[in-house]
């Protein structure tokens, strides 16, 4: 199995900034696709951002320019640099991981438990 943990929530005042961090760990053949989504309240789960084998990023319109996520695939830890945070950016985000399961082969699409970020002064 493959497991997630996200940190780096928290409060920050507007125009601030916060690193999320999501460590995978487990039976890990390979990491295809990492990624950050969110869910504000009462709203839907969007994505934020998406990092795949290569190199290739997708940010979604609301956040390109401000957030950028990276990989470091010794540790099999992806990261979201959020900058110039806004009231707007205040939701839960979630790491989401498709990775290959070492052993059995089998691709698995996993989720982090979510960690809250709140934008606000």
């Known amino acids: 199995q493959v497991q997630l943990v996200e940190s780096g929530g928290g409060l920050v005042q507007p125009g601030g900034s916060l690193r999320l961090s999501c460590a995978a760990s487990?039976?890990?053949?390979?990491?295809?696709?990492m990624g950050w989504y969110r869910q504000a309240p009462g709203k839907q789960r969007e994505l934020v951002a998406t990092?795949?084998?290569?190199?290739?990023?997708n940010y979604a319109d609301s956040v390109k320019g401000r957030f950028t996520i990276s990989r470091d695939n010794v540790k099999n830890t992806v990261y979201l640099q959020m900058n110039s945070l806004k009231s707007e950016d205040t939701a839960v985000y979630y790491c989401?991981?498709?990775?290959?399961?070492?052993?059995?082969?089998?691709?698995?699409?996993?989720w982090g438990q979510g960690t809250l970020v709140t934008v606000s002064s």
């Open positions: 989401s991981v498709g990775a290959v399961e070492g052993g059995t082969l089998r691709y698995l699409e996993v």
């Open positions: 487990g039976s890990i053949f390979s990491i295809n696709a």
């Open positions: 990092l795949i084998s290569g190199g290739n990023t």
